[in-house]
Protein backbone atom coordinates (compact mmCIF):
# COMPACT_ATOMS: atom_id res chain seq x y z
CA UNK A 1 0.00 0.00 0.00
CA UNK A 2 0.90 3.34 -0.74
CA UNK A 3 0.89 6.24 1.95
CA UNK A 4 1.91 9.78 2.06
CA UNK A 5 4.62 10.63 4.50
CA UNK A 6 3.69 13.06 6.73
CA UNK A 7 0.49 14.47 7.70
CA UNK A 8 1.68 18.12 8.59
CA UNK A 9 3.26 19.01 5.35
CA UNK A 10 0.06 19.84 3.08
CA UNK A 11 0.40 18.63 -0.47
CA UNK A 12 -0.57 20.23 -3.78
CA UNK A 13 -4.09 20.58 -3.65
CA UNK A 14 -4.53 20.24 -0.17
CA UNK A 15 -6.29 17.32 1.17
CA UNK A 16 -9.61 16.12 0.01
CA UNK A 17 -11.27 13.01 -1.26
CA UNK A 18 -14.46 12.52 -3.55
CA UNK A 19 -16.81 9.55 -2.92
CA UNK A 20 -19.13 8.03 -4.81
CA UNK A 21 -22.28 6.40 -2.67
CA UNK A 22 -24.77 4.02 -3.04
CA UNK A 23 -27.69 2.96 -0.66
CA UNK A 24 -25.43 0.23 0.84
CA UNK A 25 -22.00 1.48 0.03
CA UNK A 26 -19.31 3.92 -1.22
CA UNK A 27 -16.16 3.98 -2.97
CA UNK A 28 -13.09 6.45 -3.67
CA UNK A 29 -13.44 8.28 -7.38
CA UNK A 30 -10.23 10.27 -8.67
CA UNK A 31 -13.48 11.44 -11.37
CA UNK A 32 -14.47 14.80 -10.88
CA UNK A 33 -18.23 15.18 -8.62
CA UNK A 34 -20.51 15.48 -11.34
CA UNK A 35 -22.91 12.89 -10.71
CA UNK A 36 -25.47 13.48 -7.52
CA UNK A 37 -24.13 10.46 -6.14
CA UNK A 38 -21.27 12.11 -5.47
CA UNK A 39 -19.29 13.77 -2.52
CA UNK A 40 -16.54 15.54 -2.00
CA UNK A 41 -14.96 16.13 1.50
CA UNK A 42 -11.90 19.09 1.49
CA UNK A 43 -9.84 20.73 0.34
CA UNK A 44 -8.34 21.66 3.63
CA UNK A 45 -4.57 22.01 4.73
CA UNK A 46 -5.43 19.14 7.68
CA UNK A 47 -6.39 15.86 7.29
CA UNK A 48 -8.09 15.63 10.26
CA UNK A 49 -10.39 18.06 9.22
CA UNK A 50 -11.70 16.48 6.26
CA UNK A 51 -11.57 12.69 8.12
CA UNK A 52 -13.80 14.20 10.78
CA UNK A 53 -16.08 15.55 8.04
CA UNK A 54 -16.19 11.93 6.01
CA UNK A 55 -16.29 9.93 8.95
CA UNK A 56 -19.40 11.71 9.89
CA UNK A 57 -21.19 11.74 6.79
CA UNK A 58 -20.55 8.29 6.70
CA UNK A 59 -21.73 7.47 10.42
CA UNK A 60 -24.87 9.70 9.37
CA UNK A 61 -26.01 7.93 6.74
CA UNK A 62 -24.99 4.08 8.31
CA UNK A 63 -22.13 3.77 5.26
CA UNK A 64 -18.90 1.48 6.50
CA UNK A 65 -15.99 2.41 6.77
CA UNK A 66 -16.83 5.47 9.21
CA UNK A 67 -14.13 5.42 11.78
CA UNK A 68 -11.48 8.33 11.85
CA UNK A 69 -8.24 6.51 10.97
CA UNK A 70 -9.74 4.44 8.07
CA UNK A 71 -11.33 7.99 6.62
CA UNK A 72 -7.27 9.24 7.29
CA UNK A 73 -5.65 6.28 5.55
CA UNK A 74 -8.55 6.54 2.47
CA UNK A 75 -7.84 10.29 2.32
CA UNK A 76 -3.90 9.42 2.95
CA UNK A 77 -3.99 6.36 -0.02
CA UNK A 78 -6.21 8.36 -1.83
CA UNK A 79 -4.05 11.67 -1.87
CA UNK A 80 -0.38 9.62 -3.30
CA UNK A 81 -3.19 7.99 -6.05
CA UNK A 82 -3.64 11.68 -6.78
CA UNK A 83 -0.33 12.66 -7.16
CA UNK A 84 0.36 9.45 -9.07
CA UNK A 85 2.59 8.04 -6.12
CA UNK A 86 5.16 10.41 -6.52
CA UNK A 87 8.62 9.46 -4.32
CA UNK A 88 8.19 13.31 -2.86
CA UNK A 89 5.23 12.36 -1.02
CA UNK A 90 4.91 9.04 -0.79
CA UNK A 91 6.04 5.60 0.04
CA UNK A 92 5.35 1.58 -0.19
CA UNK A 93 4.54 0.64 3.27
CA UNK A 94 5.56 -3.04 1.81
CA UNK A 95 8.74 -2.24 2.99
CA UNK A 96 8.25 -2.83 6.39
CA UNK A 97 7.77 0.92 7.60
CA UNK A 98 5.53 1.73 10.29
CA UNK A 99 1.45 1.86 9.27
CA UNK A 100 0.19 3.86 12.44
CA UNK A 101 0.50 7.60 11.44
CA UNK A 102 1.68 10.35 13.82
CA UNK A 103 -1.73 11.73 12.66
CA UNK A 104 -3.91 8.25 13.83
CA UNK A 105 -1.43 8.35 17.11
CA UNK A 106 -2.14 11.78 18.29
CA UNK A 107 -5.96 11.49 18.05
CA UNK A 108 -5.79 8.17 20.05
CA UNK A 109 -3.81 10.16 22.65
CA UNK A 110 -0.36 8.79 22.14
CA UNK A 111 2.68 10.02 21.57
CA UNK A 112 3.47 10.45 17.30
CA UNK A 113 6.68 9.45 17.46
CA UNK A 114 6.56 6.44 19.76
CA UNK A 115 3.03 5.39 19.96
CA UNK A 116 3.41 5.71 23.99
CA UNK A 117 0.28 6.66 25.31
CA UNK A 118 0.04 10.21 27.33
Known amino acids: MIRLYSHSSCPPGEFFIRIVFSQTDWS ?3 AGCG ?3 CVQFGP ?4 EEVAKD ?3 FLRSNNLPRNSFAECVQLIDTYTCERLG ?3 QWCFDTEKN ?7 ILNREGK ?4 GVKV
Open 28 to 30: ASQ
Open 35 to 37: SPN
Open 44 to 47: SPLI
Open 54 to 56: MGA
Open 85 to 87: NGK
Open 97 to 103: YNETTAT
Open 111 to 114: CGGC
